[in-house]
């Protein structure tokens, strides 16, 4: 009754992750988990000899699971996320490993049509350019999530295809680190994405995402071509707005010369693009450094689907090629929501027909959007930011 017994471990899968580690059923389960593996891995191409020498007292890892409940890009404020990644030594050593390899972001950049800043600033992110890949065993770590069915069958999946990429010889197994979900080497690629986007950039015949940083970077300014990258077109930047603007005429998709049209101008003071559209984005609302977004920081999102990173990414770049960082101030010092706020904000939201998401509290785009057409609805600024006054007008109109 095979469906029946996975129906049960998941039961008590679900109860491991509320208890914590604590709560982990016993090794016998775990071994007897990565014995079942053997059919899946064998139809996906892996040897026997491959798969036992992958496995070799790889042991359940309670850190792993426990990693579970966290992951900051979601958690902490924008300016907060903002701030670290945009450090004053993520950008020093930036601007360091950008004239090591010049040759070689040149290289990538010609090849791909992505813009250096944009892989530089991943790389930047990922793992402070090379400084930290994750300790753990991509292995041993996608073993453990697969095993307690977190994200359901995701992690099941990217162990079988981590298996395929020990089999066609591109990494050791003790070579094969990572973060606690399994993403690996220089710039942190997830299995499946290696096997999609990684590239040979110096011919060797390995994709070799660990130890080389030509095959890495390439790798990542592949990956953002096949994810739409347009060549020429920023990711955004950071706009002034005028006095009096109209907001409502101010949203939506508009061409770079709409924008200037009603007034809005970089605070670069550079020319708007000539060619291309974006949106107006105000991650912390009104108050907050305003910008212009275009495809291209959708296409970074691809990468990681937070808000916050794509737009640590593209001000990292920037900066470690000359940028001189925000004219505007975050609103530090305002009271934010708290997560059981933004809860009963998106509820609030549903019951008016406007949100039908997850009641998460996390405001990304879908919430954003929500957001902005109540605000317009009621004559409030449409920044689409969450705020205490918000919730107090939607509790107060119900």
């Not at 471990?9 to 090794?27: E, F, H, N, Q, T």
């Not at 995402?209 to 990542?220: H, K, Q, Y």
């Not at 706009?239 to 770079?256: M, T």
Request: glycine letters at 12%; aromatic letters at 10%; charged letters at 20%.
């Amino acid at each position: 009754m095979p469906s029946l017994t996975r129906a049960l471990r998941s039961l008590v899968m679900a109860v491991v992750l509320l208890a914590g580690p604590a709560a982990l059923p016993a090794r016998a389960d775990f071994k007897a988990f990565v014995a079942g593996l053997w059919p899946e891995a064998q139809a996906a191409g892996v040897s026997r000899a491959t798969f036992d020498a992958a496995f070799a007292g790889v042991t359940l890892d309670a850190s792993v699971v426990a990693q579970t409940k966290r992951q900051s890009e979601f958690i902490r404020p924008i300016w907060d996320y903002v701030g670290s990644a945009v450090s004053t030594s993520r950008i020093s050593r930036g601007r360091a490993m950008a004239e090591q390899w010049s040759e070689t972001v040149a290289a990538v950049e010609r090849r791909y049509g992505v813009d250096r800043r944009v892989f530089l600033g991943i790389w930047g992110m990922e793992t402070s350019y090379g400084s930290f890949f994750g300790g753990h065993s991509v292995i041993r770590a996608l073993a453990s999530l697969a095993y307690v069915r977190y994200r359901d069958d995701f992690f099941r999946k990217e162990l079988i295809v981590a298996l395929q990429i020990l089999e066609e010889g591109h990494v050791e197994k003790a070579d094969m680190k990572g973060s606690w979900a399994g993403a690996m080497g220089h710039t942190q690629f997830m299995p499946s994405s290696f096997m999609k986007h990684a590239v040979d950039a110096t011919g060797d015949g390995h994709k070799d995402i660990w130890g080389s940083v030509p095959d890495a970077l390439a790798s990542t300014a592949n990956y953002l071509k096949q994810h739409g990258w347009q060549s020429g077109l920023p990711w955004g930047f950071e706009v002034i707005l005028p006095e009096g603007l109209d907001f409502k005429q101010a949203l939506g998709r508009k061409s770079f010369s709409g924008f200037a049209a009603l007034g809005i101008k970089r605070a670069d003071e550079e020319a708007m693009p000539s060619r291309g559209e974006a949106n107006l984005f105000l991650p912390a609302g009104i108050k907050g450094p305003k910008f212009l977004i275009t495809d291209n920081f959708k296409v970074i999102k691809a990468y990681n689907s937070s808000d916050a990173y794509a737009m640590g990414v593209g001000l990292l770049g920037d900066t470690i090629y000359g940028g001189e960082g925000l004219t505007g101030r975050w609103p530090k010092a305002d009271k934010r929501i708290t997560k059981a706020e933004g809860v009963a904000i998106q509820k609030l939201l549903n019951q008016r027909g406007l949100y039908n998401g997850k009641y998460d509290g996390r405001f990304g785009e879908q919430s954003r959007e929500a957001v902005t057409r109540y605000q317009l609805s009621v004559g409030m600024v449409p920044d689409g930011y969450a705020t205490p006054a918000l919730l107090a007008r939607l509790k107060g109109s119900r």
